[in-house]
Nanobody, 121 residues
């Protein structure tokens, strides 16, 4: 009933930029925390950046100053502007959202399928 679809991944040279998008659809009353995670081969999934409904944002130390997270609540879409990309940013990037389907239900945790980002040196 709720779906998250990421887009915008691809292959880019080191120093380049990409913009990821995550569109939420389905029965949605509100989106609380909205975030980006990534998982590189052989490594655990890690948080990249998060955005809460009150406007707060947080970033992993490894991306501070290079990545910018933003959200368009009317479009139910999350973005991640990635600048000055490094080979170590190569990973499968996932969108995550805590979504309330109705006023009286607790938020559920939802994940997208992921979009691949590859940074060549």
């Amino acid at each position: 009933q709720v779906q998250l679809v990421e887009s915008g991944g691809g292959l880019v040279q080191a120093g380049g930029s990409l913009r990821l998008s995550c569109a939420a659809s389905g029965r949605i009353f509100s989106i609380n925390t909205f975030g980006w995670y990534r998982q590189a081969p052989g490594k655990q999934r890690e948080v990249v950046a998060t955005s809460t409904s009150d406007g707060s944002t947080s970033y992993a130390d490894s991306v501070k100053g290079r990545f910018i997270i933003s959200r368009d609540n009317a479009k139910k879409t999350l973005y991640l502007q990635m600048n000055s990309l490094k080979p170590e940013d190569t990973a499968l990037y996932y969108c995550n959202a805590a979504i309330q389907m109705t006023l009286f239900r607790s938020p559920g945790d939802y994940w997208g399928q992921g979009t691949q980002v590859t940074v060549s040196s």
